[in-house]
């Protein structure tokens, strides 16, 4: 029977430091279009960006279905054999 230890999850697992972390907060910060800037002075919490991150990505999905429904909407009104029809179904693809 060996006598040592197992490694502890903890010690396997890689650690993200703070500066990693305020340096990914940035970035997506950046990323969003109505972003929540202030002033450079002014530090804006990791948890709000966070939060608005997820609403644009929300936000995202929804635009990407309402477009989708309406091409699909667009291509079963128009003629399937047309010129227009195929470029409709490019879009899908």
Request: charged share 30%; proline share 2%.
């Amino acid at each position: 029977m060996s006598s040592r230890r197992p490694r502890s999850r903890q010690a396997r697992v890689s650690r993200i430091t703070d500066d990693q972390i305020a340096g990914l907060v940035s970035k997506l910060q950046r990323l969003i279009p109505h972003n929540i800037h202030t002033t450079h002075s002014d530090k804006v919490s990791a948890s709000r960006v966070l939060q608005e991150t997820c609403n644009y990505i929300k936000s995202l999905h929804r635009e990407v279905d309402d477009l989708s429904e309406r091409l699909s909407e667009l291509l079963q009104s128009t003629d399937t054999n047309s010129a227009e029809a195929d470029i409709i179904r490019s879009l899908f693809m």
